[in-house]
């Protein structure tokens, strides 16, 4: 290696760079006939292939379970996936992408593998809201790949131990205390301030006034703005 002298000092510059080092993926071994992998390397990740008996992708803290289009719609009917998405429960973050979209028509009006769309729908919708998984929908390998690098890339922040509420502006304010009235949610609040334009005069209006533009719910305010504490 060449080194380089700068006279005006007496330490020694070198040429050598320090390697940043690469992140790493854990791949279950079973994934290496994907071509999401080499992908990866591409990208410049380090691969490391294990036997995983969760997830198919450990990506920092996230596991990650692939399927394509097929596997997807067989792995439903034979109900390997609701177990393996009852493994991932162990992981805090946790993510299902389904592969191919693009290439493969997940479901349509006949049934698909003997599959009704609406069981599919149904079965995607378990997913999110039962299980609590998110599901990602990628057009091929390269689309999943790119998934996978921006969570590898996706820099950690941490939580602050002083969070600051959101501060309500003038008119968030003024709904936010019409919204406190029985029976009063955003749409009736927002009535009544675009009518009355201001606070005092929906709380001076009449009975019979407030009666016209909401109704029956009239009585409910003018009851409490009028109630002793």
Known sequence: MKTLYNIFQTEKITSEK???PKE????????KNSLVASELIKLGF??????????????????????TVGDFISSMINRRLIRQLEELQQY??????????????????????G???????????????????????SKDYKDTARYIELIARK??????????????????QMQFILEGFPGIGPKIAKKL???????????????????????????IIKKLVDENY
Request: proline share 2%; charged share 40%.
């Open 155 to 172: 820099k950690e922040t941490g939580m602050g131990i002083r969070p600051i509420k959101k501060v309500l502006n003038k008119k968030e």
């Open 115 to 137: 599959v009704s769309a609406n069981s599919i729908r149904g079965f995607l919708l378990s997913i999110s809201l039962k299980h609590k998984i998110p599901i990602i929908f």
């Open 18 to 20: 320090k390697e940043i």
């Open 46 to 67: 380090e691969i490391e292939f294990r036997e995983l008996k969760v997830a198919d992708y450990l990506v920092k803290n996230t596991a990650i379970e692939r399927k």
């Open 193 to 219: 301030l675009e009518e009355f334009k201001t606070l005092r005069n929906i709380f001076d209006a009449s009975e019979e006034e407030l009666e016209k533009l909401i109704g029956k719910k009239a009585d």
């Open 92 to 113: 805090e973050n946790k993510l299902l992408i389904l592969e191919g979209i693009e290439e493969h028509e997940l479901y349509n009006d006949d049934k698909t593998n």
């Open 24 to 31: 790493k993926i854990i791949i279950d071994y079973r994934e």
